[in-house]
């Protein structure tokens, strides 16, 4: 059964990864995404893990990217093993409301699905 703590825990991952330290950790993020991980990105692109992987690491690789702000971070349980979290993010002067679908599995908590849609 899903509970409160396994919210607060995907509230943490969440938030984890939208860290300069996580996403240049290739390892970590690899951990956090499921194999059949899919974005669908405020600029409508959609992404899958190995598009997601390669962006991060030019992403990285760019000392001048901007920190991306979370604000609003709140989840609940959609389903045993299922929690979705949601936030609004500022970058660069750029905002998204975003939604992200974490799924348990052995390894524990990982992301299948985000989304994101720009805010004005």
């Known amino acids: 059964m899903t509970t409160d703590r396994d919210v607060a825990d995907v509230l943490e991952l969440e938030r984890e990864l939208q860290t300069p330290e996580c996403r240049r950790d290739r390892a970590r993020v690899i951990a956090l995404l499921a194999d059949d991980f899919i974005e669908v990105g405020a600029s409508g692109r959609v992404w899958d893990r190995p598009s997601t992987l390669q ?11 901007a920190v991306i702000e979370v604000h609003d971070l709140a989840g609940r349980v959609i389903g045993d ?39 004005p």
């Open 55 to 65: 962006l991060l690491g030019t992403e990285a690789q760019k000392s001048t990217d």
């Open 81 to 119: 093993g299922f929690v979705m979290a949601r936030w609004d993010s500022a970058r660069g002067g750029r905002r998204a409301r975003r939604t992200s679908l974490w799924r348990r599995d052995p390894a524990g908590w990982r992301l299948v699905h985000h989304q994101g849609t720009p805010l």
